[in-house]
């Protein structure tokens, strides 16, 4: 690949049973991540219907894969985040415990120091997002205008878990300001103390947060049809690609048997954007799937033989 004007070789070793391995101009790295950001690839793929239809965690790993693409080092704040998560989702439910015995709600004051650690990872998180989308959202109202000219304009909106204690102008055109949010994260978390400790949930922070999408102010989720459906996931794909491509970097375009799923005019216009693209791997169950614009070498792959037929 062609990172910053140097090219690099990235290899990737995936064995069933082992930890993934990874190696950077056939130097291994420490840990697979670090190569987070040299590799840039999009994704298309059947189950991206479920970017619209599925529930808020399938946008919320959308948006944070982007994010991690763009900024490696927030795949570290993030692993930071869900294991702060885990430990006081732990502590919660053991506060609760305590109540229901009668016992109170236990020692809260450990809660307090871990309420800290997860606002300030909560925040980084919850900012990175809220400057992506204002970035994102002009790429993928355009991609989807250009996808499905008649349909309503499309919308997208992230909708916070801290609600009405997010700070006023945010998100905005400028960069999310994170201290603000972790001090209206800590407020949200003090003011929704004791329901989480009765429900054993956390009910703040970004792992409760979603991307809403719209067609014509209505939710796209409930009311756009099937093809609307594909053509949002479709642009929501094409904006993240243009996304990545102003970073200097061509990124990888990876088409996962995705032609048959779509009507002629997204094809088309996914073929479209393959054509011009630098790298693009293409899969398909049924060889006539493939546009046949869409030209390079081809390989046949059988019970794990791969044969090039062209």
Known sequence: VVHVGRELTVELEISPGRANRARLNRSPVPRPREVLGVLRSVL??????????????QRRRFLDELLVQRAPRLAGVQADYDKVLRQRVALLKSAGAVRRSGGGAGDLRTLDVWDGHLARHGAELIGARLDLVVELAPAVVAAYHAVAPESAAAQLEYRSSLGDTLPAGVPGAGK????????????????VRMTEVERGVCLVGPHRDDLELELGGRPAKGYASHGESWSFALALRLGSYQLLRCGGTEPVLLLDDVFTELDTSRRARLAEVALAAEQVVVTAAVPADVPEELQGARFDVHSGDVRRVR
């Open 176 to 191: 999310a300001d994170v201290e603000a949010l972790e001090v209206a994260m800590l407020a949200q978390l003090a003011r």
């Open 44 to 57: 298309f793929a059947p189950e991206d219907l479920a970017l619209v239809r599925g529930d808020p965690a």
